[in-house]
């Protein structure tokens, strides 16, 4: 059935009145729009700010395509048993233990329960059938990715009668001694005033924030590429954090893969990832090896790239590669530069030839027999060369060349807000504030503290703002 | 298509996308395949996270649909015929006076009696009956496998190996992919289309179309049996099989593209290739006129206005008929084809024993 509300909201959109809601949620990704939903079934009166426009909405949730899931058996959307120790067990091997044990493994309890949720609300999941990925036994697959799952919670908001404004940027809050009052909000560049009595916030981290990462990466920033949204600025995080919220997790890291140099600025997603790396070689500007390119599975090894590459001169580095690994890896949407040799290679590539062309052949020299399988730790791996090359090392002798740009892509920034397990927002002052509640990745780092696990941060943006959403209409009403 | 193959976050929507992995680079009549395959429901585009205003602009069932289109002027035989996709309705307006014009000529050189109540062969004989619509289904044929031959001949299989392909297992998974159009029905919850929330309504009237020229078809065989083999002469009476059939029909001949027609209309334009509204049209209006006309025919055909009625109604189904290798009919061919060819590769891409 065609529902009346899509027009009725529109028409609300373009006249913002003064009303006291009682939930304003900040944001517009997969939790802001999970607390939204929970606040408006707990009985709320509902506005959620979003500071895209409706075409770019969802925040990064839009570029995500499972989640991570915890469960005992198969199902029709996961293979095999998730246990709660195990998943624990993967998440203190990326975190190096930097989690709240506490938060973590309530949101790897609820999982389960999230997931049912997110089929109540119209989203889709994709049969096991092997996929692209091996990650069927861990990871539910969404029925054509994130976009998919946020358009199925939009309708459901429309649906539902919960008021959502577009291009609305949270510019201040006023808070009085931990207690939100209100937001001052840009709507479509007119500024507003909007009265809640509580609020989620939801707004995501600031890897959209070039100048703040300068303050963090100093001017190597500038050459930084952002997979994901343009309107993750951190605005509404810097906002908390100089009012008194107590931070958590280190603002000086981020999360960064390499991806190809030749990727938009923003939004690039998921088609600029490279996964080529761990096949050939990786130089920089000097064609000089700097890091070993078979230390482990890329599973394990793509998320420390990013800073490889990050650290290198200009901030920009080259896998090169040969025609014996075509078709191991998954294709990029840029072609790869090709040359029938290392020197014509380089050349195109716009690095010294000799120096390449040196660094391959004693690549190659180094390179031990073995038996050559890309899926293991397999035993090629080179003798006497700085740095190793331990897993995967075959000559790069056949051509025609291969050679792909490779810049550090940011996915997201660990810096949050530390929040309760009813994710109230904790103040310095060890207090927690009474009608202030956080979901999704601007209090992911309350878990993830560094590292990631693929999926986990919509484990965490679902069962977080389903908890911020129904304990902000409590709030509300009590 | 390059995006797509490195994203494939919409592999799940239907056979498209798993075809387009196959292949790690596309031909041109990997494409005519790829876009035949192609539904046009559009579940992809509200996915995709490149779609414009994206810099990528990435619209996957507007691009396919052009490719489409090229792909029916392309196959089409004799070559010369490509041109009528592109002026449909002025062709079926054309056609449809030529064909009353050439029967008045003839009516009128050879004057006849006054028509009796329902006795349609004294409006047009029998023997003309036959041959007009035996040249006419004749061409048909020729022409349709004619095309479906360059069409299938022209794809290559992707560069694949695995188990040796069941062919009628093929055939059949593929044949009831289309009878229930399952791409239209995307996992139980319908396709984005007119717009962008799911409904089943274009895969109901697409039933109702088809199933009801397939009985009004099945209506003509009978008949055509009765009167050739059992000598049972035309008209028949109304709980006969052949008007039983063909009123069924003809009901869903009414109603299903009616129904498609005033989807059209509300579709989001974005996602449309709107050059092909005038084929789609067409093909649309000449099903209801031939259904409408039918239904009159029969209510009206112990009055004077059969004879107009029935010279409207076969001239009607004639310029159907000499359409329906160059016109929108052609989709349901091409589709089936790359059903089947999908329906192959899927078993051939399967890990051999």
């Given at each position: 059935m065609r529902s009346a509300w899509p027009c009725w909201s529109a028409f609300w959109a373009a006249v913002p009145e003064d009303i006291l809601y009682d939930v304003l949620v900040a944001g517009g990704g997969n939790a802001a729009l999970c607390a939204a939903l929970s606040a408006n079934e707990s009985g709320a009166r509902v506005l959620v700010v979003e500071s895209a426009p409706q075409e770019f909405r969802g925040g990064n949730s839009r570029h995500t395509r499972n989640m991570r899931c915890m469960h005992r058996a198969p199902s029709d959307v996961l293979t095999g048993a998730y246990t709660e120790e195990e998943y624990f067990k993967d998440l203190i091997g990326v975190t190096g233990g930097q989690t709240d044990e506490h938060l973590a493994r309530l949101a790897i309890r609820s999982s389960p329960e999230g997931a049912a949720w997110m089929r109540a609300h119209g989203v889709r999941f994709q049969p096991?059938?092997?996929?692209?990925?091996?990650?069927d036994r861990t990871n539910a697959f969404f029925l054509g990715g994130g976009k998919a799952l946020l358009n199925s919670y939009y309708a459901a908001a429309e649906k539902r009668g919960i008021r959502i404004l577009y291009n609305a940027e949270v510019t201040g809050l006023k808070m009085d001694d931990g207690t939100f009052q209100s937001a001052s909000v840009l709507v479509k560049g007119e500024p507003v005033e909007i009265r809640a009595k509580t609020v989620v916030l939801a707004s995501g981290g600031f890897e959209a924030n070039i100048e703040w990462l300068k303050e963090v990466w100093g001017d190597a920033a500038e050459n930084f590429v952002i997979r994901g949204t343009p309107y993750n600025k951190g605005r509404v995080l810097r906002l908390l954090l100089d009012n008194g919220v107590e931070s958590v997790g280190d603002a000086t890291q981020c999360h960064a893969v390499a991806i190809d140099g030749r990727a938009p600025k923003f939004d690039g997603g998921i088609v600029t990832r490279l996964d080529c790396l761990p096949l050939g070689i990786v130089v920089n500007c000097r064609g000089e090896r700097f890091y070993d390119e078979g230390e482990d599975l890329w599973p394990r090894r793509y998320a420390i790239w990013g800073r490889l590459v990050a650290q290198q001169q200009d901030q920009i580095a080259w896998s090169i590669l040969d025609?014996?690994?075509?078709?191991r890896f998954m294709p990029s949407v840029f072609p790869a530069v090709t040359a029938e040799t290392i020197p014509a290679l380089a050349v195109q590539l716009g690095l010294p030839a000799d120096a390449v062309d040196a660094t391959v052949k004693r690549f190659n020299a180094s390179v031990l027999p073995g038996a050559f399988d890309h899926n293991t730790l397999d035993d090629c791996r080179t003798q006497g060369?700085?740095?190793?090359?331990?897993?995967?090392?075959?000559?790069?002798?056949?051509?025609?060349f291969l050679g792909y740009p490779l810049r550090p892509g940011i996915t997201f920034t660990y810096l949050g807000v530390r929040v309760t397990e009813k994710t109230k927002l904790r103040m310095k002052d060890g207090s927690s504030s009474p009608n202030m509640f956080a979901a999704g990745e601007i209090m992911a780092g309350n878990i993830l503290g560094k590292g990631y696990l693929a999926g986990f941060g919509m484990t965490i943006g679902t069962v977080f703002g389903r908890i911020a959403g129904r304990e902000a209409a409590l709030a509300a009403a009590g | 298509m390059t995006i797509c193959n490195a994203c494939r976050y919409c592999e799940g929507y239907c056979a498209v996308f798993p075809a387009m992995e196959l292949r790690k680079s596309f031909t041109v009549a990997d494409l005519d395949y790829l876009a035949n395959l192609c539904h046009n429901c559009a579940e992809c585009y509200y996915a995709c996270q490149y779609a414009p205003p994206h810099e990528f602009a990435v619209n996957v069932p507007k691009t396919l649909a052009e490719i489409r289109l090229q792909s029916y002027k392309k196959y089409?035989?004799?070559?010369?015929?490509?041109k009528i996709f592109e002026k449909q309705g002025y062709t079926a307006i054309i056609l449809l006076a030529g064909i009353i014009s050439v029967y008045n000529f003839y009516r009128f050189s050879r004057p006849i009696q006054s028509v009796a109540g329902g006795d349609f062969y004294a409006v047009i004989s029998h023997r003309a009956m036959v041959l007009g619509f035996g040249l006419a289904a004749a061409l048909v044929l020729a022409a349709w496998i004619t095309a479906l031959a360059r069409f299938w001949n022209s794809g290559a299989d992707p560069p694949v190996r695995g188990r040796r392909p069941r062919r009628l297992f093929a055939l059949t998974t593929a044949i009831s992919d289309v009878l229930q159009l399952r791409y239209l029905s995307s996992g139980g919850a319908g396709c984005t289309y007119p717009a962008e929330h799911h409904s089943q309504s274009r895969r109901w009237f697409h039933h109702l179309t088809f199933y009801g020229f397939m009985l009004c078809f099945g209506s003509t065989c009978v008949a055509a049996i009765y009167d050739n083999f059992l000598g049972w002469k035309a008209p028949y009476p109304y709980f006969s099989l052949p008007v039983v059939l063909g009123t069924i029909g003809g009901a869903g001949l009414l109603i299903g593209p009616a129904g498609l027609a005033a989807l059209k209309l509300r579709r989001?334009?974005?996602?449309?290739?709107?050059?092909?509204d005038g084929m789609d049209l067409t093909f649309i209006a000449l099903l209801f006129a031939s259904a409408a006309t039918g239904l009159l025919l029969l209510a009206l055909r112990d009055t004077p206005a059969m004879s107009g009625l029935l010279r409207l109604h076969l001239a009607v189904i004639l310029a159907l008929f000499a359409m329906l290798p160059y016109g929108k009919f052609v989709h349901g061919i091409y589709r089936t084809a790359a059903l089947i060819r999908y329906a192959l590769e899927r078993m051939r891409s399967q890990p051999g024993r």
């Open positions: 096991a059938l092997g996929g692209t990925l091996q990650l025609s014996k690994v075509v078709g060369l700085t740095p190793p090359k331990s897993h995967w090392a075959q000559a790069i002798d056949t051509p025609p | 089409a035989w004799p070559k010369a015929a490509a989001n334009r974005a996602v449309i290739d709107t050059t092909q």
